[in-house]
């Protein structure tokens, strides 16, 4: 007597099921891993950009800025022009990776503005660089609501994964 079954998928039918489930399971795992890969691309993309934005922001600055009363006294008295608008123009802000940060638990990563405008003394583009630098950190810490955790400086200055320096501008 020769047995008959109804559910009998034949020989190797069960192979192709596990074969699928296992590509399913992998797939799965390379997507997760690849997510998480993007969302750190993401936010350096989200601080860069945060950091081109400071940059202009502080290099267009001039009398409708808000300074603290030292820096405006300064600009006041020995460098009025810094309160005018000036040409200065950011050619491009530069991110450079500095490696793990043991200090922070993080990686770190310096910015460096490129900065080009007509000929000015050197404390005038020296106040302009620091103002840039400012404002490249401080535009960081805003756009990441990092505030509570830097300085009044913004230096360094965190998004939710990294930390960020400034380097000395480059005039061009």
Known sequence: MHAFRWNDPGPGRGQAAAEYMMLAGISLILAVLFAGQIQFQLELMEAHSAARTG?????????????????????????????????????????IEDGYSSTYGRRKFRLRAWLSGPPMKPSLRESISDRVNFCIRRSISRTFGTENLTNTYHNPAFSDHYVFTTSETIWV
């Open 55 to 95: 940059a202009s922001e502080g290099a267009f600055t001039d009398t409708i800025a808000v300074y603290p009363a030292v820096t405006f006294d300064d600009y006041q008295s020995r460098k009025p022009e810094l309160l005018e608008p000036s040409s200065v123009r950011v050619v491009r802000v530069e991110l």
